[in-house]
């Protein structure tokens, strides 16, 4: 039997660079190694009280773009978390398990009080009970997230413990986060600071829909320096930032060359942004074919929808009646 996976992202709309190379990727490589559970996490979103319209544009998109960087639903199971109602009658259950004084503690939550100060409502504060749902409700033992999440993988855990520990049981067991690689890769913000993130603004994140102009524009609008001085000086974070895109996208042969001129102090940052948003074009014009490809197929988009949530309600069904039968409620 293969190892479980499980991961979800928001539905926030188009999917740029850094949500590709970040996090899509370890699920397109994962669903040939493990039993994956890939969802689109709507019910989280729900905390910012989208306009229904769009959630439902986002969450298709969403899907949409999951299909066209390859995750593949004859291996991988692929849904939609609202349309598992499992998920929310176990996640009534687990904040039972979830300590007030801890869920005001974790960063993630810290921070919308300071961003949102005007809709700091409940679901934001058991956020991490959801999401412990998500992932205890197929067993996962891994989770393939970035580094800002793994404070919610541990309380993922102690949830799962405390559970256990109550009842006198072994049922849960401890997920871990998973990245492929040593560190999480990180993709850098267009804006020539930390990391690609649509909060910073449209021109600083590449989508994984735009067109090979707008590539070429915000690339090339992309800050530099006023290029090295003297031999191995070391690079700003601007500079840095455009030889980690590069790094992304372009052949090796490329990257040594743009290396040794920033050396050289020959440097021409015009034409490395040009390289760049060349290499980036050849690196997303398949995927946004694809993209257009399925986004014409309504009917695949709702099959696999379908599909997905079947799987995904069964093996949750399955569990739900498990902790039912565990804490003492009449199944029905
Ligand atoms: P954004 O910051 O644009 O709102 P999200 O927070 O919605 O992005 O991130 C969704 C997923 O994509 C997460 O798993 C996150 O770790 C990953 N991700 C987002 N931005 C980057 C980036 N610049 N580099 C690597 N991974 C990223
Ligand atoms: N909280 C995650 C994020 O913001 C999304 C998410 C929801 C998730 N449920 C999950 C990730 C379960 C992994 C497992 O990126």
Do not use: W
């Amino acid at each position: 039997m293969r190892e479980i996976a499980v991961s979800g992202v928001r539905p926030t709309g188009k999917q740029h660079l850094g949500n590709y190379l970040g996090a899509v990727v370890n699920f397109v490589r994962m669903q040939e190694e493990y039993d994956g559970y890939f969802f689109i996490a709507d019910l989280h979103s729900l905390t910012t009280h989208p306009r229904a319209a769009d959630l439902q544009a986002n969450v298709r998109q969403t899907l949409i773009e999951y299909l066209a960087c390859g995750l593949d639903p004859d291996k991988c199971t692929l849904f939609v978390q609202s349309h598992v109602p499992q998920i929310s009658e176990l996640y009534l259950i687990f904040n039972m398990f979830a300590y007030d004084g801890e869920l005001h503690k974790v960063p993630t939550f810290k921070d919308k009080v300071r961003t949102q100060p005007d809709n700091v409502n409940a679901g934001l504060l058991t956020y991490p009970v959801l999401m412990a749902v998500d992932i205890l409700i197929h067993h996962a033992m891994k989770v393939p997230v970035g580094k800002d999440q793994m404070q919610h993988i541990e309380m993922t855990r102690n949830f799962g413990n405390r559970f256990n520990h109550t009842y006198g049981v072994e049922y849960f067991k401890e997920p871990i986060g998973f990245n492929y690689g040593d560190a999480p890769l990180s993709v850098p913000s267009l804006d020539g600071e930390g990391k690609m993130s649509k909060s910073k603004g449209e021109n600083t994140v590449i989508y994984l829909m735009d067109e090979p102009d707008a590539i070429r524009k915000k690339i090339m609008k992309a800050p530099s320096d006023s290029g090295p001085k003297e031999p191995g000086q070391p690079k700003t974070e601007a500079v840095q930032n455009l030889f980690d895109l590069m790094k992304l996208v372009s052949k090796p042969d490329v990257i040594a060359h743009y290396d040794q001129a920033y050396h050289d102090c020959a440097i021409r940052y015009g034409d490395m942004k040009k390289q760049i948003a060349e290499d980036m074009t050849v690196f997303l014009t398949p995927i946004r074919e694809r993209i257009r490809e399925i986004s014409a197929d309504q009917a695949y988009l709702t099959r696999v929808m379908e599909e997905g949530g079947e799987k995904a309600r069964a093996s949750a069904q399955k569990t739900v009646t498990e902790v039912r039968e565990i804490i003492g409620l009449k199944s029905r």
